[in-house]
């Protein structure tokens, strides 16, 4: 049942199988992470010669808008590296794993709009506050002015992450192993585990990494049932979009939020609670996506 459903997924999957070996993925990860240390390691460097031979504290953390913008439009990097392994190891474009533009397109901007609709809905119903007043962040007028460049940048670092764990991971198994639970699986644990941090309190970093794992699932689900990356790029853009440049966490890549929310990473009890509405919200949101693709 789910190969008919997917049957759209061999579009992205059919260029790879001609080099299908394992060990060209491996390789090729291995690529990625070495265009991605080069590349983050110079500019790093530039940010340290900037700093007078210290590195900024803001860098690291994004909590002012210069940083953030930098840390996001740094994924680009991903990009690039994903875009040299395809083309080393499988002899294929960027555009092999993104699929058909004007499809991804058509598909990027419906489940966009939907999510927008979605999003829009929720925040005129009750409840109106998250149990405790916003902590402003930037100015209206401030937010306003960067919001044209803080969206390009979560564009870049969500599309990104798509085109690797979605994209290139995901047909790159599919191309080796017939079943889902394999080439939908491994990504989504290798997402998960990236999301994963010692330095949160009690189980807060578990609890990260499932929701990580979950939003994997579904993006990948959406990938296979379309046929394009569109779809799982808007659902997270969406996500990141709201936590990024609306409500962030106080100190942790809040430099481009209108708000932030009245607890922190410590804030253990809170931050869980909201994590399991935000777990629903990601879900309600998969299904719109779904309704609006027919799929």
Known sequence: MLEAQYAAHEELVA????????????LGVLVV??????LNASTLMVWTRIGGGVLPDDVMTGSSPSALLILLAN???????TAIA?????????????????LLW????????ALACLGT????????????????????GHWLALLPLSLLAVLIQTSAEEILFRGYLQQSLAARFRSPVIWIGLPSALFAVGHYSTELPGNTGLMITAWAGLFGLLAADLTARSGTLGPAIALHFFNNVI???????PDSLDGLALYNAPYDMDDTGLLQAWLVVDL????????????????
């Open 15 to 26: 260029p790879v199988r001609p080099r299908a070996a394992l060990w060209r993925l491996l």
């Open 33 to 38: 992470g070495a265009v991605v240390f080069t």
């Open 75 to 81: 994924f680009a990097f991903v990009t690039v590296g």
């Open 86 to 102: 395809a083309r080393l190891l499988q002899q294929r474009g960027l555009a092999s794993i993104l699929g058909p533009f004007r």
């Open 106 to 113: 058509r598909q990027f901007w419906m489940v966009s709009v």
């Open 121 to 140: 809905a929720l925040l005129l119903l009750p409840p109106y506050d998250m149990g405790e007043p916003l902590e402003p962040n930037l100015s209206f």
């Open 243 to 249: 936590a990024l440049l609306f409500v962030a966490l």
């Open 280 to 295: 629903a919200l990601m879900v309600v949101a998969w299904l719109a996506a779904r309704l609006v693709l027919r799929r």
